[in-house]
Each structure stands twice: as structure tokens, then as C-alpha cells.
């Protein structure tokens, strides 16, 4: 038997903070096309780290070739100014979301991101995250922490409840599905000496009077485990 058990929790990040690329890549056929200023305005775009054409100096040294550093910084900080936007610094604050390292250093949208940060930081979604069974987040100032963190232990209760239960629903599934399994086996061990043509009459009656019960408690047993799968969320074959 293979069984299949269905998501019964529904687990609901309040918001993570987008990794980014930890090192560069650049091909050689884009070391050789020198476009250095596009290259330049999509990374700040994407808030790719300033240290990044080191990295892209490096590769394309690697193919003798060079780098231009004039173009890429002047077109990086442009787009940067992209990505560090006030609207995207309050958005991510509102979710939650870590600041990006190189947003860090703008006055501007430092002030506007702990402006989201100050809406995220409530009860109710302190709650969210605690349902969703992850770490309490910690944007959140001393001040704003209190109400948030309320929220969050009275979600996390109730994820922790949950959890339990299904632990609980778990074993008593693993239970019903082996005892299955185990009928399942002395109905072949039966079936198998009952093939082997060297029994005695009186043993190949009772061992068929025996076969006959154990056929009736696997369809019992089977009975019993779909009932509960079905009262439980899960799905099953057989």
C-alpha cells in the first residue's frame, strides 16, 4: 500500500527578505561587447552589491580583457537610485522585509522603509507569522516589538496545537496502515503453504477456515484506514 498525506496546515510567510546573488557571472562574450553601462544600470536596478564589477574584473582579466570603470559605476548608480525608490523602500517595509545593504545608506529611503516597517509591525501580522510556524521577525523596533510579539506567541499556539495533532493523526495512520500490512502478510504466508501440496487434509482445512478470516479482516482493516484518511484530509491508494 502507498499512501499520500495532503498539506492540512496552510503555512503563511508574513514576508522574507530577497537573497541576492552572493557572486557574479559574466561570460566572455559579454567581456568582449564592452556594455558596460547597460551592464551597469540593470545591476543597480536589481541592487546588485557595488562590489561586483571587482567581480567582473576579475572574470574578464581572466580572458584578457578589461573592464570600463567609468561607465559602470556612473550607469550603476543610476539604476540603484531605481531600486532604492521610496515606494519599493515602503513596500518592503510593510512586508516585512529585510533592508537591502545597499539601500542602507540613503537617508531618504531608510526613513520611508521604517515608515512600512512601523505598518507591518502589528499584532495581526505577528499572528500570521507565528501561524506559519517560522521565527518571530525582528524588523521590528523595541517599541513596535511588544504588540507585534503579542500576536505572534498567540499564532505560534495555534500552529503548535496544530502540530501536535497531526503528530497524533500521523501515528494513528502509521498504525491502521501497518496492521493492514501485517494481514497482508499472513494472508501470503497462508496462501503460500496452502500452495505447497504437502499438507494433510485436516491442515488444508483449517488453514483455509484461518485464510478465510484473515481475507475478512483485511477488508475490515482497510475499511477502517480509508474511514479515517477521509476523516482526516488525506489522500490514500490502494
Given at each position: 500500500m502507498r499512501y499520500i498525506k495532503t498539506a492540512i496546515v496552510s503555512l503563511m510567510p508574513a514576508g522574507s527578505t530577497a537573497a541576492l546573488s552572493g557572486c557574479a557571472s559574466i561570460s566572455k562574450n559579454e567581456c568582449e561587447a564592452g556594455n558596460w553601462g547597460d551592464m551597469g544600470y540593470r545591476d543597480g536596478a536589481n541592487g546588485e552589491p557595488r562590489g561586483v564589477l571587482a567581480d567582473y574584473a576579475n572574470i574578464c582579466a581572466g580572458h584578457g580583457l578589461g573592464v570600463d570603470r567609468d561607465a559602470y559605476p556612473a550607469a550603476y548608480e543610476s539604476g540603484l537610485s531605481e531600486f532604492c525608490a521610496l515606494g519599493r523602500a515602503l513596500a518592503q517595509g510593510r512586508r516585512g522585509s529585510g533592508m537591502p545593504n545597499v539601500c542602507a545608506r540613503r537617508p531618504d529611503y531608510i526613513a520611508s522603509y521604517d515608515l512600512g516597517v512601523a505598518q507591518y509591525c502589528t499584532p495581526d501580522n505577528g499572528y500570521e507569522r507565528g501561524l506559519s510556524g517560522t521565527a518571530a521577525n525582528r524588523v521590528c523596533s523595541a517599541a513596535q516589538?511588544?504588540?507585534?510579539?503579542?500576536g505572534y506567541y498567540d499564532g505560534r499556539a495555534v500552529y503548535d496545537t496544530e502540530q501536535a495533532r497531526l503528530r497524533l493523526v500521523e501515528a494513528e495512520h502509521d498504525r491502521l496502515h501497518d496492521a493492514v500490512r501485517d494481514t497482508e502478510r499472513e494472508i501470503y504466508s497462508v496462501t503460500r503453504r496452502l500452495e505447497s501440496g504437502?499438507?494433510?487434509?485436516?491442515?488444508?482445512?483449517?488453514?483455509?477456515?484461518?485464510?478465510?478470516?484473515?481475507?475478512?479482516?483485511?477488508?475490515?482493516?482497510?475499511?477502517?484506514?480509508?474511514a479515517f484518511e477521509r476523516g482526516n484530509g488525506l489522500d490514500y491508494c490502494y
Open positions: 516589538y511588544d504588540g507585534y510579539r503579542s504437502t499438507l494433510a487434509r485436516n491442515e488444508v482445512y483449517r488453514l483455509e477456515k484461518k485464510l478465510g478470516r484473515l481475507e475478512e479482516r483485511l477488508r475490515y482493516r482497510i475499511k477502517d484506514l480509508r
